[in-house]
């Protein structure tokens, strides 16, 4: 087991202490202690898949368990601020966010069989820090609606509310890039195949072996 993939075994461990915190009424200030420990999660994201490339421990088991990891981290999340304060977190704005995720891993798996791979792209990070930022803001609008700042009243609830919107907005928009470039490489992909007569067909089963996942 190497560093990487303990960082992401961490992450999946912090998810069941996210939520217990987060409901627990024996924990004194829970919001600070569950911001601190989803910031850890998110940190240990960050950290697995740099030190993977840069110490070329990339793994199998870290290919597998990474999106399971992040897939976890930001479902739980995300449904525990449901059940938190479901008047700033309106479950059909979570069902699009969490749906996007399954959407896009079962547009990878389908593209991997046909032996493309559909890389992460400056959008998919752009929904990873919206996410992060939209859930830090929101434990915290729980238990402090309005802070003030510099002799200034901020609303909190309503920096949460804008969060939120713009993680919905960068998820949709991201989940349609991925699929405009799935559907790209597969008609690239049929009219490579029309143009390339006298191929048998076990070559044509060769080309679209599926191809082997990066670690993002």
Known sequence: MNLPNSLTLLRIFLV?????????TRVPD???YGTAIFLAAAITDLLDGYLARRRQ???????LLDPIADKLLIAAAFISLVQLDPTLVPAWMVVIIIGREFA????????ATQGYAIAAN???KAKMISQVVAVCIIIVAHKYPVI????WPVNVRLLGTIALWTVVIVALVSAYTYFVRFWRQVDDGIKQRRTEPGEGRDQGLERRRPASPARE
């Open 16 to 24: 069941p202490l996210l939520i217990a915190v987060l409901f627990s």
């Open 30 to 32: 829970r919001e600070i």
């Open 57 to 63: 421990q990339i793994t199998t088991l870290g290919i």
């Open 104 to 111: 896009v891993s079962g547009l990878r798996s389908i593209a």
């Open 122 to 124: 400056e959008w998919g």
């Open 148 to 151: 003030p700042l510099l002799g």
